[in-house]
């Protein structure tokens, strides 16, 4: 049994090019499928926010209704800690969902940046999904570079921002910022399950790689 930390948006809308402000949040499917997982196998889960607001899930990531109840009957998502008090040491993994709040808020968000500079560091297990890598811009290595550059992994990709029909009223794409930190870049077919696994770095490419990224976390947590 093991303690995780996931590292959820606390974004409500995206801002798009023309400053039109599109409602969002997390993923339901990419925060719920590896909860459900990693608590299945013993698991421990502590949420973390910017500032600690309770987390809201894309109202189009609930068009079920049984993802919808189960999500609310998850009391980790109710009561998130403060990012900025986060001890990553203090967890065995960490996993970041997507959604587009990440790329509204997480992408610039120094205390993440941190984080996810010094997990990385440390070897232990690091799983990010669909939009969470936007997550990863944010962290700095003691150059001032990227300590993500050279990974190999994979994202929601320019293709799939098209297909969901806001690629041309953002600001940016995250595979193009992904590639421009000198990410190793791993498209897989649009909307299909895509796992990468680099080291200790686990990425997942929409919300159908979200069971994929964590069973490879438990994997990499078994070692």
């Known amino acids: 049994m093991a303690d995780i930390l996931f590292v959820v948006t606390g ?32 698991h421990r889960i502590t949420v973390a926010t910017p500032g600690g607001v309770v987390p809201v899930a894309d109202r189009a990531s609930l068009t079920d209704p049984a993802t919808a109840t189960a999500l609310e009957a998850v009391e980790e998502f109710r009561r998130p800690v403060k990012l900025a008090e986060v001890d990553p040491a203090d967890y065995a993994a ?8 990440p790329m509204e808020d997480l992408a610039f968000d120094a205390d993440s940046g941190r984080l996810l500079t010094r997990v990385l560091a440390s070897g232990r297990p690091l799983g990010v999904v669909c939009h969470g890598p936007a997550a990863l811009l944010a962290a700095r290595g003691e150059d001032g570079g990227s300590p993500f550059a050279g990974y190999r992994m994979t994202a929601f990709t320019n293709a799939e921002e098209v297909q969901g029909g806001l690629a041309d ?8 910022r992904l590639v421009d930190l000198g990410a190793d870049f791993q498209e897989g077919a649009p909307w ?32």
Request: zero cysteines; aromatic letters at 8%.
């Open 11 to 42: 974004a409500k809308v995206w801002t798009l090019n023309d400053g039109t402000e599109h409602p969002t949040g997390f993923w339901a499917e990419e925060a719920l499928v590896p909860y459900q997982a990693l608590t299945a196998a013993g």
């Open 94 to 101: 960490v996993f970041y969902p997507g959604g587009h709040g």
């Open 192 to 223: 299909a399950p895509h796992v990468v696994v680099d080291r200790n770095l686990v990425t997942g490419q929409n919300p159908a790689s979200s069971a994929l990224v964590a069973a490879e976390l438990q994997k990499l947590l078994e070692r």
């Open 169 to 176: 009223r953002a600001k940016w794409l995250l595979q193009d």
